[in-house]
Structures are given as C-alpha cells and as structure tokens.
C-alpha cells in the first residue's frame, strides 16, 4: 500500500461560522439521554452525466486529495468513502481488488482523512478533485483523463462519483447504500452543528465495539481515526451549497451501473431497490451487512460489484 499524503493546511477557526450537519437521515434530534448522535451519511440526488458536464463546465476550485493505493495492475479502480469516513475504510477491500489484478486507488474527500479543508466545497469540486488526484497518480496529464475500469462511491462517495463520470469515464460504477433521492433534514443550523459535532465525539472505538459487533477490531480502528480527522466546517459548506443549487434524480445508466445495499437497509428500501433496477441499474443486497457493506463481508461485496 502507498500513502500519498498532501500535507492539509491548519483549518481556520472562522471555518466554523459554517459548521452545520450534512444529514438525510430517519432521526432529527440528538437522544434526550444526552448520548451523542447516531450518524447517517449524507444522501443527496444523482445528476445525469449531461447535467454533469455543463455544471462542472468552469469548475477550478479542486485541489489534490490525499490517496492510498493498493496493488499495480492495468485495471484502474478508484473507490471514494463517505461522510465521516476516509481511505482507509478500503483497508481490506483495496487489497482484495489487486489481488484481482487491480490498481486500487482510494482518495480522501476534501476535510476527511489526510487531504485539506476547503471553505467552498461543491459536489463538482469534489469531483474534480477526485478525478485530478487520480490522474496524478496515474501520471496521465497529458492524456484526455484517467483510463478507470472501475469506480465505487459510498453513500456521499456515490454522489461524487456520480459528478465525476464525465472526468473519469469508468467501464463501470458501483454505488453503495444510496437511494438517489431527496431528502430535507428540516434542521436548523444550530441542530445541525449538534448532531455532527455528536457524531464525530461519539465515533471511538469504544463505542463502536458495542454498536457495530460485526467489525473487525481494525474497521474501529479506522473509523474513529476518521471521525477525529474530519472536518465539520467542509461538511457544512458543502451542505450550504448543496441547497442553493440541489442536483436532479438518479443518474444514467448509460455504462453498467450497481447498487449495492445492505439488507436489510436504513437507506435503500426494497420499494426504491426496484425502483432503481427498473431504470437500468443492478441491484444487489448482502445480508446482514450494515451501511458500510463490505466490513466483515469482502468477499460477498466483492462478488456482488464484479458479478
């Protein structure tokens, strides 16, 4: 595995003037017992690549993420966490996949993991840069862009991956746990702020011994380490955003589109599953699974995003 990392800048203290939650959730209000708030990632709606092209038309607000990388094989496969999360989610899935013949590249979205805040975050900045880092890693500047086989995004991840399609032109794209519909947290800001501040204080590996048996020791690990990197302040910009200028519905299926959920999901019903399967994507669900589908269950994953 090779750790590129980028250095991240201090994040100012007046970031925090912007820090609200980047929620769609089933729960509104932290717990009246006082515990910190459960998180759900951010599931925001899918544009179209047309769509994409002409709102990432102008675009130069990307910088260059922090990325992991895992095997060196010709097939290219970039894969791209979510909220609250970072690269090294992909621990075991990135070696999986080049013990498949695949260079994995995983990156960290800007405020997450090792790469840098940024106090303007839109969906197409990520996307691009998303896909900048992957062409520097790939060394292919002067080429039209990356040659990627495959792209998976989670839950925020999805969304990015769905802005990027026209910048990395994947063979095939795997979106993880995403229902590709819009959803209104009807929250203030102030309660915003508090559930993301509740989630990133309550995400320790202590905790999450006892609310996510299932994971190996090393998924905790991992998970707290992100919780403590990220930035709430790129969280709530991005947010902000996001509701002055939303993205349309689903995304097309014009290349081989999957969507993988847990079964059963919080975020993905079995109604909105058929849904999406009748406008061309392949559903798949791994059982027993949780919102980060492949903890505890590589290689079902596995199967499900190369069957």
Not at 135 to 151: C, I, K, Y
């Amino acid at each position: 595995m090779h750790d590129h990392r980028t250095g991240p800048p201090a994040r100012s203290p007046s970031q925090g003037t912007l820090e609200q939650l980047l929620l769609n959730t089933p729960t509104s209000k932290p717990p009246a017992s006082g515990h910190p708030a459960r998180f759900h990632p951010l599931m925001l709606p899918h544009p179209h690549p047309s769509a994409n092209q002409s709102r990432l038309a102008g675009v130069r607000h990307c910088v260059l993420l922090n990325r992991l990388a895992w095997g060196a094989g010709d097939k290219i496969a970039v894969l791209v966490h979510g909220m609250l999360g970072s690269a090294r989610q992909f621990h075991e899935l990135g070696p999986a996949l080049a013990g498949r013949g695949y260079r994995a590249i995983g990156v960290d979205l800007p405020g997450h993991g090792r790469s840098p805040a940024t106090a303007d975050p839109t969906i197409e900045s990520y996307a691009e840069s998303v896909a900048e880092t992957v062409r520097a890693e790939l060394d292919t500047r002067a080429a039209p862009g990356p040659v990627v086989e495959l792209a998976i995004g989670h839950s925020l991840g999805a969304i990015v991956l769905a802005a990027a399609l026209p910048l990395l032109r994947p063979a095939r794209a795997v979106y993880v746990d995403v229902p590709f519909s819009p959803a209104d947290t009807g929250a203030g800001a102030d309660e915003l702020l508090a559930r993301f501040s509740g989630a990133k204080a309550g995400r320790t590996v202590e905790q999450l011994r006892v609310s996510k048996p299932a994971w190996s020791e090393e998924d905790r690990r991992v998970e707290a380490e992100a919780a403590r990197q990220f930035d709430p302040a790129t969280a709530v910009a991005l947010q902000l955003r996001y509701d002055r200028n939303p993205l349309p519905g689903p995304p097309s299926t014009s290349i081989p589109s999957v969507l993988i959920r847990a079964e059963p999901s919080r975020f993905v019903s079995p109604e909105r599953a058929g849904e999406l399967k009748g406008l061309g994507f392949r559903v798949r669900s791994v059982v027993a699974a949780g919102h980060c589908v492949w903890y505890g269950r590589v290689d079902e994953f596995l199967g499900a995003v190369l069957d």
